[in-house]
């Protein structure tokens, strides 16, 4: 069961100024940003292992983007630290892939550590009755990570609120469902090297 201290968590974002934020699939970074003047909130949780993480951020130019992330795993200790990204340019469908640049965990504070990283997205349209305004996402990226340099991720969607998720951060497989009940809020129930974990997204334009 998850202890009230992962509450401290989501309390220690709203708490702290908001910056702009690097746009992700689940934990891996997209060849994309999200849109200027637009706020967002995520927190993922592993309740069988008392681990939680959050981000939180807000659209501020149209191509650079900064990100306060935290994490926790079985203590009352949150981990900060914040990722950078270049957005070169955003994917446009069945034309031209994104391409974002950038540095994960810049302060070098998060079990993962700092990395640099490039990643290419791809957007594919659909023409499905239920998912044609929706597109089919894939990224391809490098990494410096020590585990390993390569990733991908993609989403493959059913309906507009309904998508299938995953992905390869080099040396973690993550993936799941996202349902999403309204425009600007999602839900997602995924498994992370054999557990099961859940999240949620808010964001708004302001």
Same mark, same amino acid.
Request: net charge negative.
């Given at each position: ?8 968590? &989501? ?5 702290? &100024? ?9 934990? /891996? &970074? ?6 200027? *003047? ?6 993922? +949780?592993? &309740? ?9 951020? @807000? ?10 992330? =935290?994490?926790?795993?079985? %203590?009352?200790?949150?981990?900060? !630290?914040?990722?950078? +990204?270049?957005?070169?340019? %955003? ?10 640049? !950038?540095?994960?965990?810049? /302060?070098?504070?998060?079990?993962? =550590? ?11 349209? *659909?023409?499905?009755?239920? *998912?044609? *305004? ?8 490098? +990494? ?29 497989? /993550?993936? !799941? @469902? ?29």
């Amino acid at each position: 069961m998850v202890k009230f201290s992962r509450l401290a968590l &989501p309390l220690a974002f709203v708490c702290v &100024p908001l910056l702009s934020q690097a746009d992700r699939l689940i934990f /891996t &970074p997209l060849g994309q940003k999200i849109p200027q *003047n637009k706020a967002k909130i995520e927190l993922l +949780s592993i &309740p069988s292992r008392d681990v939680a993480f959050g981000w939180i951020g @807000v659209g501020v130019t149209n191509q650079f983007e900064l990100e306060l992330t =935290g994490e926790s795993f079985d %203590s009352d200790k949150i981990d900060m !630290g914040a990722n950078l +990204s270049f957005n070169y340019i %955003s994917p446009i469908t069945d034309i031209a892939p994104g391409i974002s640049l !950038g540095f994960q965990d810049v /302060t070098n504070n998060t079990a993962d =550590g700092r990395s640099a990283y490039l990643a290419v997205t791809y957007h594919f349209g *659909n023409t499905g009755e239920l *998912n044609q *305004n929706e597109p089919t996402i894939f990224t391809l990226g490098l +990494s410096s990570r020590d585990q390993g340099f390569l990733f991908f991720n993609f989403a493959l969607p059913l309906s507009e609120q309904f998508r299938i998720i995953g992905e390869h951060d080099s040396f973690r497989i /993550t993936a !799941g @469902v996202e349902f999403r009940p309204f425009e600007d809020a999602s839900l997602k129930f995924l498994f992370r090297e054999g557990s099961p974990m859940i999240g949620m997204n808010l964001s708004r334009k302001f």
